[in-house]
């Protein structure tokens, strides 16, 4: 009998800001299916912890050295992600800089939270950031 769990993965809230001016929050674009406006993260390594891996995928997604701040929550319906079940621990983070794309991200940017497209998120990111926008 096969042992069969969830993937495990990190998405990070990054709130970015100028100094002490808060400037709103990086999406990327994704290079990859499905395609669309998403939230940066990635999947947990063996041996790594989420913590790590939250900050690892930040860096390489965005080129932002992301300090964590947070636990928004973690998410884990079945359905979050059409490419098979993923569990993803949702870290807020905060960062100084401009975002570049990196890693399967097409593009990074910044919207200011009245800005965000939230009818292009994929996965369940529209429901995280309502959630982050709910708590904020």
Do not use: C
Request: aromatic residues 8%.
């Amino acid at each position: 009998m096969g042992l069969r769990t969830p993937y495990l993965a990190t998405d990070v809230v990054i709130r970015l800001w100028e100094s002490d001016k808060f400037r709103g929050i990086v999406l990327i674009e994704r290079k990859n299916p499905p395609v669309g406006l998403a939230l940066p993260g990635g999947f947990v390594e063996v041996g790594e912890s989420v913590e790590s891996a939250a900050v690892r995928e930040m860096k390489e997604e965005t080129g932002l050295d992301v300090r964590l701040s947070g636990l928004l929550g973690v998410y884990s319906d079945p359905e979050r992600d059409p490419r098979f079940h993923v569990v993803s621990v949702v870290f807020l983070g905060d960062a100084e800089g401009e975002p570049k794309a990196g890693s399967d991200a097409k593009e990074a940017r910044v919207f200011r939270l009245e800005d965000i497209p939230l009818d292009r998120l994929v996965f369940d990111h529209r429901r995280i950031i309502l959630d982050f926008l709910r708590r904020a």
